[in-house]
């Protein structure tokens, strides 16, 4: 299974099961995150949802491209960028709080992953970027306007440009992260503190959020970042960039 679920106490806890291969996300993982949804949209019991990856390497290194880099053009690839948004903006409007408890390296479509949840908990060995500049196209399952609308212009437009891994430091300066992690005891104080206030205060402040991101259009403005990554990815100067990348994880 390339991921598990978990439930206790009212807390959802989804880990991406991958660790030989950083995590990454293929069908199967883009399953367990509708799965994840659709369980949260039927359960009232749910409180908070964390999600993680197993190991302390990587949280997420983004899409699988021993698997994606098969999707050759325009049209091959829009399918897969679509589901894989569509699961993340799921994940974004969900009723409830969200955390991605970042154990490792989250890069790529991971720091979209990281970015579509609420709260971002970065352990401090831990490293976190859009790095899909250095593959000639953009993010590309909506973590790029999740990103702008999460911190501050200038801060996003550097991350986004730069296309390098942060550190954890840096992620917290730049806003971006909410606390760096130091010990598990770390993660149990802010659950803790989570837990103080009821669920239904969580629910309602939540509702006003996604209310604001309905407003503003936020799924056309996702759907268009997918349209424009999809035209990317067809392109030349992508797929050279993703066959050296390759090659030089094989050497």
Known sequence: MAYHIKVEEGIMTFTIDRPEIRNAINDEVTEGLELLTQQVAQDETIRLVIITGAGKQAFCSGGDLSVFHALRTEEQAYPMLKRVGDALYGIKTLPVPTIALINGTAVGGGCELATACDHRLVWSHAKGGFIQGRLAMTSGWGGGTYLFDAIQHSQAMKMVTEAVPY???????????????????????????????????????????????????????????????AYLWAQDAHHEAVDRFLSKGKK
Do not use: C
Not at 190 to 202: C, D, G
Not at 203 to 225: P, T
């Open 167 to 229: 550190t954890a430091d840096q992620l917290y300066a730049s806003g971006w992260a909410t606390e760096i992690i130091e010990s598990e005891a770390d993660i149990d104080r802010f659950l803790e503190q989570m837990k103080k206030t009821l669920p239904e205060v969580h629910r309602a402040y939540k509702a006003m959020a996604i209310r604001k991101w309905e407003q503003s259009g936020l799924k056309a403005r996702v759907d268009e970042e997918i349209r424009t990554n």
